[in-house]
Structures are given as structure tokens and as C-alpha cells.
């Protein structure tokens, strides 16, 4: 079974800066079935990337997606205040994994 | 517009069962699989399975298995999610979420989330 771990777990920075958060697979990610939610207190995830690179609808071009086979990251290339969040990764292949997620919070 | 309800909050007590349910609207309910997915208090995000909302056909994680029932009312296009012998451990939110692809396509993303429903687990 695919293991995701995400790094860091707590990410630390200021409204404008540019955030890089990673997911890494213990196995090759079929066809970059690789997706990334965001979460925040009290809401249900919502969907930012699928595909390892799509943007969802609606989703600001600000967050990127990048990378295949058992790395990805996901990119906000400048932080609004509502990107303050909690994101995680998921593989969505056979299976549907989740990483445990890692915390962008205000600097 | 495309939404998930799902019904409210349960204090369930230990071994008993929760039926949780799940009504879509904005969209042709039959067309997509529907997933479940639950989450402990101040934890992540927990895979538990999904239902062919078209034929009822239904995909489990081993670690739920024998306990969680997914089943489906299309008339009403609802998906419902049973789990039994609760232990306090089960205590979490669950949510649906659909497929983001056809049921006939390739694996999809969760594209839409119901909004949770908190159960919990005490005597």
C-alpha cells in the first residue's frame, strides 16, 4: 500500500510570501493520480489540484501543482490571508490515500 | 447547483450502529461514485470506501470491513453510510464526497463534499 507523507507538517509565513509544501510517495503514483485539498476549521476539504497539476474549478491561479511518479508540491505563489489552512495530498488510484496533511499558518 | 446534504449530528452509544445519509442534488446521481471519508477530532483524513451509485456495487477498506455497510436510495438520490459495533474510537466526522469522474471513466478526485456529519461515540 501507498504511504504519502507530507513535509513540513507545520509551515510557517506572511500574507505575500510564496509557500512550497511537498508530498512524497513511498510508491510511483499511477498516471499522477495525485490530488491536493485544503481544509479549513470547521468545513469539509475542498479540492484545490487534481491530476497532480489541474487546477479544480474555480481554484485561483495562484495554486499550482507540480510533479509525477513519488514526488509533488504544491505551490501558493502568493499568500492570501484565506490561504491560512490546513492542505492535504491524495492518491486517488485503486486506492484513495491521504497524507496527514501539513498546517500554513500566519507568520 | 451541485451539493451534498448529508443529515445530522448522532451521540451513538458503544456498539451500537449510525446510519448517516447523504442526499445530491444539481446532478445526475446515478452517473457518479460516491465515497465516504471520515475524520477524529484534530486528525486527518480517513479513506472508508465507496458506492457505485448506478449499480450499488461497493469497494471497502479492509480496516472497515464486516462493519461498514454503503448503500444507495436512487429514487431519492441518496447514499447512505452504515457503520456498527461503534467503539469510542469511531467517534469523527464523516463525510461524503463525490468522484469527480464518470462512473465509466478513469479514477477521480473528490470534487464535492457534504458539509459532515459529527458522530460521536459515548456511554
Known amino acids: 500500500e501507498i504511504v504519502l507523507t507530507q513535509s513540513p507538517g507545520t509551515l510557517s509565513l506572511s500574507p505575500g510570501e510564496r509557500a512550497t509544501l511537498s508530498c512524497r510517495a513511498s510508491q510511483s503514483v499511477s498516471s499522477s493520480y495525485l490530488a491536493w485539498y485544503q481544509q479549513k476549521p470547521g468545513q469539509a476539504p475542498r479540492l484545490l489540484i487534481f491530476g497532480a497539476s489541474s487546477r479544480a474549478t474555480g481554484i485561483p491561479d495562484r495554486f499550482s501543482g507540480s510533479g509525477s511518479g513519488t514526488d509533488f508540491t504544491l505551490t501558493i505563489s502568493r499568500l492570501e490571508p484565506e490561504d491560512f489552512a490546513v492542505y492535504y495530498c491524495?492518491?486517488?488510484?485503486?486506492?484513495?490515500?491521504f497524507g496527514q496533511g501539513t498546517k500554513l499558518e500566519i507568520k | 447547483q451541485v451539493q451534498l446534504v448529508q443529515s445530522g449530528a448522532e451521540v451513538m452509544q458503544p456498539g451500537a450502529s449510525v446510519k448517516v445519509s447523504c442526499k445530491a442534488s444539481g446532478y445526475t446521481f446515478t452517473d457518479y461514485y460516491m465515497h465516504w471519508v471520515r475524520q477524529a477530532p484534530g486528525q486527518g483524513l480517513e479513506w472508508m470506501g465507496r458506492?457505485?451509485?448506478?449499480?450499488?456495487?461497493?469497494n471497502y477498506v479492509q480496516k472497515f470491513q464486516g462493519r461498514v455497510t454503503m448503500t444507495r436510495d436512487t429514487s431519492i438520490s441518496t447514499a447512505y453510510m452504515e457503520l456498527s459495533w461503534l467503539r469510542s474510537d469511531d467517534t469523527a466526522v464523516y463525510y461524503c464526497?463525490?468522484?469527480?469522474?464518470?462512473?465509466?471513466?478513469?479514477?477521480?478526485?473528490?470534487?464535492?463534499w457534504g458539509q459532515g456529519t459529527m458522530v460521536t461515540v459515548s456511554s
Open positions: 464526497a463525490r468522484d469527480r469522474e464518470l462512473i465509466h471513466g478513469a479514477y477521480g478526485a473528490f470534487d464535492i
Open positions: 491524495q492518491q486517488y488510484g485503486s486506492s484513495r490515500l
Open positions: 458506492i457505485n451509485a448506478n449499480s450499488g456495487g461497493t
